[in-house]
Nanobody
Framework: QVTLVESGGGLVQAGDSLRLSCVAS????????MGWFRQAPGKEREFVAA????????STTDSVKGRFTISGDNAKNTVYLQMNSLKPEDTAVYYC???????????WGQGTQVTVSS
């Protein structure tokens, strides 16, 4: 079992920055990818970014490219999401998730609220 705890959300103004953190209680070779997702009110949860622990490769959804950066700290079992130039449409609950080999994203955090005012 893996427990994920997010932090770093808050209320900011458009153009501001935030850094989200996600700490995993444990990680094994089967938890190869960690990612960030978000869900805005009335919308479905969507993929934001992911990082592979094996080679450090990352992927980011087009709507946040150039503004959001995902990174990881192996020693701390922590993944970060640096969010710059925030827009009101970035307002959502942001969730951290970890994969389990063969099962996709199996573990999810409780979410952290990000609210961007115009």
């Amino acid at each position: 079992q893996v427990t994920l705890v997010e932090s770093g959300g808050g209320l900011v103004q458009a153009g501001d920055s935030l850094r989200l953190s996600c700490v995993a209680s444990r990680r094994t070779f089967t938890n190869r990818v960690m990612g960030w997702f978000r869900q805005a009110p009335g919308k479905e949860r969507e993929f934001v970014a992911a990082i592979s622990w094996s080679d450090g490769s990352t992927s980011t959804t087009d709507s946040v490219k150039g503004r959001f950066t995902i990174s990881g700290d192996n020693a701390k079992n922590t993944v970060y999401l640096q969010m710059n130039s925030l827009k009101p449409e970035d307002t959502a609950v942001y969730y951290c998730a970890a994969t389990q080999t063969g099962q996709g994203y199996k573990y999810w955090g409780q979410g952290t609220q990000v609210t961007v005012s115009s």
